[in-house]
């Protein structure tokens, strides 16, 4: 059950906007210090500090394109014990851990299996709210640890995340290097492609230069005029000669390509 942070005014809290929009546990009988600290929204992962009360707040695993975060609460009370939205202790900070272990072994999974660049770039987007949002859990853990520096359930808790913390910021590496990789790999297959492509193109114009003088005679005498007798011995001449010219291009066009190879 849940109910909003309003109280009666006779016993000096303030009732506003604020109250009505923000839900915690309805056991959560916290000080007036925590509840002056707290706003409209849960806001980003911390401890919050009152007088002789501590208010953890954690957030759910994030879901990538979705800027709203669903807080977890967990209050210390006055006499040291913690409380947690089921009841006493602590175990829902241990759970809360394995869904983020849960969703980060998830992607690592479909990182190693994926053979597409969209499923990278989907790991990416989830990797990174992930990594911040573990990231920030250490940090609300260790604020709380300030406070409370012998208490070592939460520094057991804070020990898991750091692991947790690793492995995201491992993951967002990998899945970023594997893209990188793959645009790299894509990048040197067009280039040999390209290559290639360039190397037939070059000798198609060899054989075009060689055969084009070859060309060039037989469509003049090919032509249906009436030719000077004396021009009719000569064909072989022409014929040779055309060789020779076309030799000389090739000879010429493979000796320039070599100087810019």
């Known amino acids: 059950m849940l ?22 546990p309805r056991h959560f009988e916290m000080e007036k210090e925590l509840r002056d600290q707290l706003s409209e929204r849960s806001g980003h992962q911390r401890c919050v500090v009152g007088h002789d009360e501590l208010l953890l707040i954690l957030h759910e695993v994030p879901e990538a ?51 597409s660049a969209e ?12 990594a911040r949002s573990t990231r920030n859990m250490v940090q609300a853990m260790e604020q709380a640890l300030i406070q409370e520096p012998d208490d070592r359930e939460v520094r057991s808790h804070r020990d898991r995340a750091r692991e947790l913390e690793r492995a995201a910021e491992l993951l967002q590496n990998d899945a970023r290097e594997t893209l990188i990789y793959w645009q790299a790999e894509s990048a040197e297959k067009h280039a040999r492609a390209s290559d290639r492509l360039g190397n037939i193109l070059f000798r198609l114009n060899l054989i075009t230069g060689f055969c084009l003088p070859l060309v060039a005679m037989g469509g003049l005498f090919g032509m249906n005029v009436d030719l000077p007798v004396f021009t009719r011995g000569m064909f072989w001449w022409v014929f040779f000669g055309g060789l020779m010219i076309g030799g000389l291009l090739l000879w010429f066009v493979s000796k320039e390509n070599g100087k810019h190879r």
């Open 3 to 24: 109910e909003s942070l309003a109280v009666p005014v006779g016993l000096g809290y303030k009732r506003s906007m604020v109250d009505e929009k923000l839900k915690l």
């Open 119 to 130: 499923q990278i770039f989907v790991i990416l987007r989830h990797a990174g709210p992930l």
């Open 65 to 115: 394109g979705v800027p709203e975060r669903k807080a977890v609460f967990f209050w210390r009370r006055n006499d040291g014990r913690w409380i947690q939205p089921g009841g006493p202790g602590l175990d829902e900070v241990g759970d809360l851990l394995e869904r983020y272990a849960k969703a980060l072994d998830e992607k690592q999974e479909i990182l190693e299996e994926t053979k």
